[in-house]
């Protein structure tokens, strides 16, 4: 985990501001890449994470973008988001994108989850111990939480997404123990930070096999709560 991860900077917003890039340029946990770099998976090519900047609503472009991304070997995809409707949220993952911030992040923020990113799955980043308060909420875990906050009990959450009650339980319990809280007002304050989507009644159930046993998704949602 000490060489730098690179950072590919995709359909960077004019209204970006100068203090993310710089903070992006000068971390030294990171480094800077240009399109002129890929393709990667050269011998000695350490992680890269593309963030890539999404406009308000998930274009086909962009999402076809993405998915053109994600034939780099060794480069995963952080979608930094303005808001996140579900059907949105569904497409990202779809496309192959392996995580979402919100473009309202901190500097540091965002190059945290960079990192975290790019070694998800190493030894040392396992080892560093539980994730704080509302950090590192899988895509499902997202989806579950906005039935949640509108006060779903877990057999209607089931019903809605397809999967089995014993599934959507054990997302809850990571629920509460990445955000601290089980408390409705807390879950539904959560769902808002995120910018997740209100569920209304005319939304209809997922149609589609249990995921029951399967949590192997990597991707991380940076929430940004606060305690």
Known sequence: M????????????????????????????????????????????????????LPETASKSALARIAALKRHPNLR??????????????????????????????????????????HAGDADTQAAGPAEAGDGLTPREAEILRFLSAGFSNKEVARRLSLSVRTVETHRLNLRRKTQTGRLKDLVCLARQLGLAPVVESETPRQGKSESGHHGHKAIIETMARH
């Open 2 to 53: 000490n060489q730098a991860v690179g950072v590919l900077i995709v359909d960077e917003p004019a209204g970006l501001g100068p203090v993310l890039r710089a903070f992006l340029e000068h971390e030294p946990s990171l480094h800077t890449l240009g399109e002129a770099d890929l393709p990667l998976g050269g011998p000695g090519t350490g992680s890269v994470v593309a963030l890539v900047f």
């Open 77 to 118: 995809v952080l979608v930094a988001f303005q808001s996140l409707p579900a059907e949105t949220l569904r497409s990202l993952l779809e496309a192959g994108a392996d995580a979402v911030v919100a473009q309202s992040a901190t500097p540091r923020e965002i190059s945290a989850t960079i990192v975290r990113l790019a």
